[in-house]
């Protein structure tokens, strides 16, 4: 299985729980007592560390010279080629797996040459050196999603699904109380769940609201969750739309 997590240590303690599989998370410290467990491969997330080259070029802006951080964005925009170039062709994971070990191996390898050259000439509270420090503290989880074909490079599909929520967060600290809190935070886990599983979201919850009160069985609720869902249900609910 592969569980992947954005932040918070304990309540990623909470929701991994005896999980067994793939972790795949970013850089956060929080996580890194999850990824001792021997039942847990620890992934690591290839954008974070992009992000944080992308910063020193940011910065220095027009006058950015070729050096460390232009040099490993360049490799790294090639990995995501490649990787961009399997989705498209539609390869199978054991296809994507030797795909990684042919293409994108090499080019890790000369990326952590890189990385370790500069570590003994940038200073490490520069912009760069902090970048080259995350990266190499992180690379035996980069290259862990190189075993598996359904792993991605990073998880940007998680982030992506928590944006709506972070940007507003100060919102959400004005839910009325402990339970209105809860309740809101179910009801997003189930809308964005349903986007996830290719439902629209409305549909999904006039389904929801329709049949969970019949449901009286931990089985009957299971089945109304997104993944598990009847489609025919949702069929249902269109027509009844039809004037």
């Known amino acids: 299985m592969i569980f992947v997590l954005s932040k918070s240590g304990d309540v990623a303690k909470e929701l991994v729980g ?6 795949q998370t970013d850089g956060y410290l929080g996580y890194a007592a999850l990824g001792e467990r021997e039942t847990i491969c620890h992934v690591g997330c290839l954008a974070h560390v992009r992000r944080k080259f992308s910063d020193v070029i940011k910065t220095a ?17 090639e990995i995501y080629r490649f990787e961009a170039k399997a989705r498209d062709e539609g390869l199978t994971p054991v296809q994507i797996t030797d795909m990684r070990e042919a293409k994108v191996g090499p080019i890790l390898g000369e990326v952590e ?39 991605r490079p990073d998880n940007n599909l998680t982030e992506n699904a928590i944006r709506p929520f972070a940007i507003g967060r100060k ?23 349903a986007k996830a599983n290719g439902i629209e979201p409305y549909a999904y919850l006039r389904v929801l ?25 949702l069929t249902a609910i269109a027509v009844s739309k039809v004037p």
């Open 171 to 193: 919102n959400w600290l004005f839910s009325g109380s402990p339970r209105g809190a809860k309740a809101s935070a179910a009801i997003y886990s189930l809308i964005e769940t």
């Open 18 to 23: 005896d999980f067994r599989g793939y972790l």
């Open 209 to 233: 609201f329709e049949r969970l009160p019949a449901a009286l069985t931990d089985e009957a609720r299971k089945a109304l969750l997104p993944q598990h869902l009847d489609r025919s249900l």
């Open 61 to 77: 802006g027009k006058s950015a010279k070729p050096g460390t951080a232009k040099a490993v964005l360049g490799h790294l925009r």
């Open 113 to 151: 040459a890189l990385l370790d050259n500069a570590v003994l000439k940038v200073p490490p509270k520069s912009l760069l050196g902090v970048a080259v420090r995350y990266a190499r503290n992180q690379w035996d989880r980069i290259l862990a999603y190189l075993e598996d074909g359904r792993l």
